[in-house]
């Protein structure tokens, strides 16, 4: 069975791209073709090309909840505690800042 991740990540309420796993632990983050709003990072302009990452993107990880908060979310939603995907599209409706996350549902 191989399961995709995907998000989509939403800048001030707007959809401005899609988060997806492209092999083991590298990430991909592309614009949708339709955005034309301010970047979802000051790292990451707005362009056609996606951005690949080795690791988790540094721009979503830097949301995560960190010490009790986050140990009361993994307890919580039993989240393993590498995997900052599930971290991120589990609070993603309530982060800091303008953007918001939400899983895409996985396709087998």
Known sequence: MN???????????RLAGHLRATGPGSWAFAYDRD??????????????????FPGFPAFL????????????????HKIDRHDAFRQIVTVGGDLIGSLTVRGIPEVT
Do not use: I, M, N
């Open 3 to 13: 399961l995709e991740r995907r998000a989509a990540v939403f800048q001030h309420g």
């Open 35 to 52: 955005y034309d709003g301010p970047p979802v990072s000051l790292t990451l302009p707005v362009c056609a090309e996606p951005y690949d």
């Open 61 to 76: 990880e830097g949301l995560l909840p960190e010490g009790p908060q986050l140990e009361a979310l993994l307890r919580k």
